[in-house]
């Protein structure tokens, strides 16, 4: 949860869940566009005061200005038309700010699901014809478990992507259990190790055999590291020693609405 939600009181949010079904609240934030992306730093670990990019954080608010928790209504729409839109809002806010920030690398999450759909990719493409040097500049994150749903339509859309100098990013790496025998089809440039595994890190033998194991293999197939879920200095020094090559959490900086 980020510092966002935590500033809405969650017994007032409750109140108003009792009031509203969640998601008719969720798709009338998209109808009327109350949304906004929430920017967290991902950091390099050799230079820890340089920001290598952002994750833009699609926020919904309901009618009141409070922010809907993404963790009341995210489980439940990610294979649904309403996961479709709010990838689609993330993406068209992510590239509308890219435009406005000629300097700034920002990485939007997508579900594999939408690579697929129609308004997702109309909103790539002409942005991308518009303004082609935005590819260079977006990356677009996977999870584990939504790649490996539909591994073929991943690969076949890097490949059409690759051209234009998107970026990919698997997220979640080593929650999903991806077979490494698929990871060597997909064209991923970092994967960010699962915070699972990176939570007290620095004491805990089993997550420090884990991750490293993961490192190994995402550096085997040159792919940058990032460890997520980064909150205390002895789990950033402990990373930076491991050998990842950059760093994201609240540790690193909490998500906020302006850059």
Not at 75 to 100: F, H, K, P
Not at 109 to 123: C, E, H, P, T, Y
Not at 136 to 149: F, K
Not at 205 to 232: K, R, Y
Request: charged fraction near 25%; glycine fraction near 8%; proline fraction near 3%.
């Amino acid at each position: 949860m980020s510092a966002l939600e935590e500033a809405t009181n969650p017994l007032d949010y409750a109140m108003a869940s009792r009031d509203h079904d969640i998601l008719t609240l969720v798709r009338n934030a998209l109808e009327a566009q109350n949304c906004a992306l929430a920017f967290q730093p991902v950091v390099r670990t050799d230079i820890p005061s340089q920001v290598a990019f952002y994750e833009g954080l699609i926020r919904l608010r309901d009618e009141g200005g409070r922010i809907i928790p993404a963790h009341h209504f995210m489980g439940n729409i990610e294979d649904t038309d309403l996961g479709r839109e709010i990838d689609a809002a993330s993406l068209r806010a992510g590239l509308q700010m890219l435009r406005r920030n000629p300097g700034l690398r920002l990485s939007v999450n997508v579900s594999a699901r939408s690579l697929g759909d129609g308004k997702w990719r109309r909103i790539l493409n002409q942005h991308l014809m518009r303004h082609a040097e935005l590819g260079e500049r977006l990356i677009l994150e996977i999870s584990e478990g939504s790649a490996m749903m539909l591994p073929e339509l991943v690969v076949r859309f890097m490949w059409e992507m690759q051209p234009k100098g998107v970026a990919f990013a698997l997220d979640d790496f080593g929650a999903g259990l991806i077979a490494f025998s698929h990871l060597k089809d997909f064209f991923f440039d970092m994967v960010k190790i699962d915070r699972s595994y990176v939570r007290g890190i620095h004491r805990d033998p089993d997550n420090q055999v884990l991750a490293g194991a993961l490192m190994t293999v995402a550096h085997q197939f040159d792919m940058f590291v990032v460890a997520s879920g980064v909150e205390s200095a002895d789990e950033a020094t402990f990373l930076t020693e491991m050998g990842a090559d950059c760093m994201q959490g609240f540790y690193i900086g909490a998500p906020r609405m302006k850059l």
